[in-house]
Each structure stands twice: as structure tokens, then as C-alpha cells.
């Protein structure tokens, strides 16, 4: 019997669907940041985030890691790095391999972050949401702030952007990659991001030293990358 015409199914092509409705679900429009904790604690619980968000349909770990790595070069065994919505710690066990041996985590979902503890990849964890509230962090902690995948709908707000500068110490290194289309997808995203990067800027806070477009960040789907560099004498940071 031919099989011409004829598609298969397989456990990958059912696994990416399921992310994909997940990863939808997670970012749809008006979405609390509490429903968006509960989600993804219910999401780790049931043991499927990782094996949902394989390499294959997640490069972004890959490339944020990779950005961290070109940044701290020589340093990498020393650095301090701050990994912002660290969930199961994807990000984490790829600068783990790099080399990276200080590691800490901030993960609101309390089912992400234990499973990221028992990984045994980060000295301290932190059950937070980065958001205009101060952090039990102490100014200029870390050589480095990541987040990957922590931005969108109900997710990390712009106010949050004062925290990891506060918390990244001068001449430091700041790494957000998140999904492209949330720059036009997510409101207040569309209406300030760029400006307020610029802004901060601006300011004195940081300098961007990139911004650039991830080809098949997840699901085949671009993703853009900032890269910031904490200014040595920075004004007003509190």
C-alpha cells in the first residue's frame, strides 16, 4: 500500500504541539502574573516543562548562555550570575557546562524552582518575581544578570528593568532574550520597551551594546536579544 499523501504522527510532532498550546496559554492576552506562576508551577509539577522545552524547540538557553560566556571570557569560573526567571533552570545547566560555578536564581513559581534545586546548579534561590519591589539582593551582587524566556504577557513588567541594573554590579553585563513578537504582541511592551532601554540609556544606566534578531528562538519563531552593559559610574540607583 502507497504512502504517498499520507502524514505521519509522531510523539515529537504531538510533544511540540503541546508546548506550543502551552507556551500560548501562559502568554495570552490580559493574563495575571498570578495565573502566570500557578501555570507554570503546574507545568513543572507534572514533569513536562523540560522535556517540552527540549533544544529543539528551545534554542534560547543555548543562546543566552553563549552570550553570557563571550562576555565574561577569562572570568567565567569567578562570575556571579543572576539567573532572572530561571524556572527549572534550563539557562543554569547550560552556563553550568560553560564553566560557570556561582550561580543563583530568581524563579517566582515555586514547582519551577524546586525543580531547578534539585538540579544542584544554583547557590541560592530566590522564590521572587522581578518587578519594581526591592529584592532581598544587596546592590552590585552580580557580574552578570540573564533572563531568558521571562518576558511577555504577565510576565516581567519594564519597572523591573531598575532591579537588575541596581542588582548587576557597575561595568557588569545584562543579557535579555525573549520571542520577538512580544515586542509588538505584548501592550506594554509595544507601547515602552524600546523606549525605556533607551531611555535608561539615556540616564546613564547602562550602554546596549546589541540588539539583535535569534533565528528559531523556539518553535522555529525568532527571538531578539539585548545585550547592556552597566555603566562604572551610575547615577541615582535607587
Known amino acids: 500500500m502507497s504512502n504517498e499523501g499520507v502524514t505521519t504522527i509522531t510523539h515529537n510532532d504531538v510533544q511540540e504541539d503541546t508546548a506550543r ?22 507545568w513543572a509539577m507534572n514533569g513536562k516543562y523540560d522535556q517540552d522545552l527540549h533544544f529543539e524547540n528551545y534554542e ?6 553563549n552570550a553570557v560566556a563571550e562576555y565574561c571570557k577569562d ?5 556571579n550570575v543572576l539567573d532572572v526567571a530561571a524556572g527549572t533552570g534550563l539557562v543554569g545547566k547550560q552556563l553550568q557546562n560553560r564553566g560557570f560555578k556561582h550561580l543563583d ?9 524546586e525543580h531547578a534545586r534539585r538540579k544542584n546548579i544554583y547557590t ?19 557580574d552578570c544578570s540573564v533572563s531568558c524566556g521571562g518576558m511577555g504577557e504577565g510576565h516581567i513588567p519594564l519597572n523591573g528593568f531598575s532591579e537588575l541594573i541596581r542588582v548587576t554590579k557597575p561595568g557588569g553585563f545584562v543579557c535579555i532574550v525573549m520571542k520577538e513578537s512580544y515586542l509588538s504582541d505584548c501592550k506594554e ?20 551594546l546589541s540588539r539583535d534578531v535569534v533565528p528559531n528562538y523556539v518553535f522555529g519563531e ?14 541615582d540607583r535607587k
Open 60 to 65: 534560547g538557553p543555548v543562546v543566552a548562555a
Open 124 to 142: 541560592n534561590l530566590y522564590c521572587e518575581f522581578l518587578n519594581s519591589k526591592r529584592l532581598p539582593i544587596d546592590d552590585d551582587s552580580y
Open 21 to 42: 498550546v502551552f507556551t500560548a496559554e501562559c502568554h495570552r492576552v490580559g493574563i495575571t502574573t498570578e495565573e502566570v506562576v500557578d501555570f507554570y508551577t503546574k
Open 222 to 235: 525568532n527571538g531578539v536579544m539585548f545585550r547592556f552593559k552597566i555603566r562604572d559610574v551610575v547615577c
Open 189 to 208: 511592551y509595544e507601547d515602552g520597551l524600546e523606549q525605556l532601554v533607551k531611555d535608561l540609556e539615556d540616564a546613564g544606566k547602562w550602554e546596549r
Open 75 to 79: 572570568n567565567i569560573p569567578w562570575a
Open 105 to 113: 536564581a530568581l524563579e517566582p513559581a515555586t514547582g519551577m524552582l
